[in-house]
């Protein structure tokens, strides 16, 4: 039981150049979630996938696009890389049940520090 | 978004217990109180959440303000491995987002 995956873990990019980071989970999780953190911050939402087929963006989605391509992996793509993307990106997933005492627990990958010149 | 505030850092003596405040004026009636931990070099994790009553897990103790617009998670017995940033979130009832702010960073001290 790997829980979240996120490949690859380090990257390196010219401005301009193009990239999907992967992320996967094992859980059976109907949400999946990718987050940012820059040096020094918390985590920012960046788009979430609330079950499968449904995307929508978060606190910080420009420059960025997403595809939910099935129910166990959830894809982040930069178009065309820009230094102030250069950050550590964090995958998450969670079960989503609502109701009274409803945990949403997201469990989180160990992220990918991508680094754009 | 209801939005959190929490102290830059906070340091504590190894073994002792420690309270870390977090206020969040605007919550709404229906929001959830969520804690979680950063460790270095790490994603988050999961360590305690509540919406109005105090609770206790194996990890830590949760205080929740009567009126709701403050909480206070507390680790009864630091140690070296509770060295890390940690997160107060608010989460709407019917939502899953978090939105995260700057944490508190806690230092242990041997």
């Known amino acids: 039981n790997a829980g979240v995956t996120q490949t690859p873990k380090f990257q390196v990019l010219k401005t301009g150049q193009s990239m999907t980071l992967q992320c996967a989970q094992d859980m059976n999780h109907n949400s999946m979630y990718w987050y940012r953190q820059d040096p020094g911050m918390g985590l920012r939402l960046i788009y979430y996938?609330?079950?499968?087929?449904?995307?929508d963006k978060g606190e910080v989605p420009n420059g960025y696009n997403v595809s939910r391509l099935n129910k166990r992996e959830f894809s982040l793509r930069l178009e065309s890389a820009a230094p102030s993307q250069t950050s550590v990106y964090f995958c998450?997933?969670?079960?989503?049940?609502?109701?009274?005492?409803?945990?949403?627990?997201?469990?989180f990958g160990p992220g990918t520090r991508l680094t754009v010149l | 978004d209801a939005k959190t505030t929490q102290p830059n850092s906070m340091e504590s003596n190894e073994e002792e217990p420690v309270h870390l405040p977090c206020n969040h004026s605007?919550?709404?009636?229906?929001?959830?109180i969520h804690w979680y931990r950063q460790l270095p070099s790490q994603g988050p994790e999961y360590v305690i959440h509540g919406l109005t009553s105090n609770v206790n897990n194996r990890m830590a103790s949760l205080a929740i303000a009567e009126d709701r617009k403050s909480s206070t998670l507390i680790l009864h017995r630091a140690t070296l491995r509770d060295a890390a940033v940690y997160y107060c979130?608010?989460?709407?009832?019917?939502?899953?987002?978090?939105?995260f702010g700057t944490g508190t960073s806690l230092t242990v001290i041997p």
């Open positions: 996938s609330a079950s499968e087929g449904t995307t």
């Open positions: 605007t919550i709404s009636g229906t929001d959830y």
């Open positions: 998450a997933s969670s079960e989503s049940v609502y109701g009274q005492g409803a945990n949403n627990e997201q469990f």
């Open positions: 979130i608010l989460r709407a009832y019917t939502g899953n987002q978090f939105y």
